[in-house]
């Protein structure tokens, strides 16, 4: 067998700082070199040395109908026809954000950006200009993009290469940036008691996905809601993983809660470069041109994102895809389960729906401080198991899983067997 994926890594550092365009994509958590990627279609990726493997990364969430799903290409072939860009407003960006708008009832008003990072640095520019005050809320290794404010204590790429607090982000914009462990309300009640009148909003991933999957406890999300709302600050739901991921309508449908701006990124463009956010009609009409707040871009509400985007939300709405979605992750989770009971493994488990993480630590584990006590070698070596077994998993520990309504049958069954030679070696 070649090795190309080599040889092109060798290549591409010559001219893209650390040869990768995102820090994630290198396997520097896990060893060896990233694979270079050929093609893909359905739950298979295929790299350029001609190997085949089931995807569980899925372009790290966007991609829940599988790879090249044919009504996207069919879209994006109808779409380009008419050009790839206008600058000036389509229809399509009507489509979308209608859906948006139906889909999840807290978002009155959107506006569609270019990324995830795009996204919730406007709601926080935007919260701070409703609010008129500075500081912000963030709880430890959840991720919101990588603008200034936010990568503080960040998971994701920072956590997995060490650098949760980046070089180059100034001390008196970080030191606005209050960082709380995930799922403890006393702590964020304590917070607020001491400097609530001078916080503009919490900001949280409603399920952690950033930091492997830890899911919110029972109370710590309803808690946000009232206290943000007794404290008249703005509460952020960070939805760019969840958004029409657990549910149709994101976390909050599956919780029931409301938050005042929601963030979202990732599957409502179906593969290519789309955010939004979007809330309140009251908050959101401070955004330019209706009000002071300035936000712009140049690509914003491109027509092929919009069509990939449209076509991906069109599919999730039919009858039954979430339960779908829930029936492959439990049959997933439950075969890697009895592996772990059968090896004596001390792993531990957590999936929502569609998104699930192996943690090599005994749980539970409810905050980044547990987290970060993962035996990351371990993992590293789990990876490679996998991989050799044709299984693509995420190169870090620190990163969630995704099926996508693509992964049959057949893939989760040698997924559950690869799983259980990989831990059996472990041994
Ligand atoms: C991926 C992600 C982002 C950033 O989105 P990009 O499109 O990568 O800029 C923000 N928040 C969360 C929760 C994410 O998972």
């Known amino acids: 067998m070649t090795d190309r994926s080599q040889a092109l890594f060798a290549e591409a550092q010559k001219y893209i700082v650390g040869g990768v365009n995102s820090p994630v994509r290198a396997f520097k958590a896990v060893g060896g070199r990233p694979l270079f990627i050929k093609g893909a279609e359905g739950s298979r990726i295929f790299d350029v040395d001609g190997r085949e493997y089931v995807d569980y990364v899925c372009s790290w969430g966007p991609l829940i109908l599988g790879h090249s799903h044919p009504s996207i290409v069919q879209a994006l072939k109808e779409t380009i026809e008419h050009g790839t860009s206008y600058g000036a407003p389509t229809e399509l960006e009507i489509d979308l954000a209608s859906m948006i708008v139906r889909a999840v009832p807290s978002i009155e008003l959107v506006r569609l950006v270019n ?18 005050r500075s500081k912000i809320i963030k709880f430890e290794g959840c991720y919101h993009g990588h603008a200034d404010s936010l990568l503080v204590k960040a998971g994701s790429g920072a956590t997995t290469l060490g650098i949760p607090d980046s070089p180059g982000v100034p001390h008196d914009l970080a030191k606005l940036t209050l960082t709380l462990p995930y799922n403890d309300l006393e702590e964020v009640e304590r917070l607020l008691e001491r400097e609530g009148e001078g916080i503009a909003c919490v900001i949280v991933e409603p399920i952690a996905g950033n930091m492997g999957l830890i899911p919110p406890v029972e109370g710590f999300l309803a808690g946000l809601r009232s206290l943000t709302a007794k404290y ?45 956010y979007g809330g309140k009609k009251e908050i959101m009409e401070l955004i330019a041109p209706t009000g002071p707040v300035y936000q712009a871009g140049t690509l914003s509400g491109n027509p092929l994102a919009m069509a990939a985007g449209i076509q991906t939300l069109k599919i999730l709405a039919q009858k039954g ?107």
């Open 115 to 132: 990324s995830g990072t795009e996204a919730v640095m406007s709601a926080i520019r935007l919260a701070r200009a409703y609010t008129g």
């Open 232 to 276: 008249s600050m703005v509460l952020i739901f960070d939805e760019v993983i969840t958004g029409f991921r657990v549910a149709y309508g994101g976390a909050q449908q599956l919780y029931g809660l409301s938050p005042d701006l929601t963030c979202l990124g990732k599957i409502i463009g179906g593969g290519l470069p789309v955010g939004a």
């Open 321 to 427: 895809i979430y339960e779908e979605l829930e029936k492959k992750g439990q049959r997933l989770c439950a075969g890697i389960e009895k592996n772990i009971q059968e090896t004596g493994s001390s792993l531990y488990l957590t999936r929502i729906g569609s998104m699930f993480c192996t943690f090599f630590q005994p749980g539970p584990l409810f905050n980044y401080q547990q987290v970060k006590g993962c035996d990351t070698g371990q993992y590293a070596q789990y990876f490679q198991h996998m991989l050799t077994q044709g299984i693509y998993l995420a190169p870090s520990q620190f990163e969630t899983g995704f099926l996508s309504l693509a992964h049959s049958e057949g893939d989760i069954e040698k997924t559950i067997t690869s799983n259980y030679k990989a831990l059996k070696t472990l041994k």
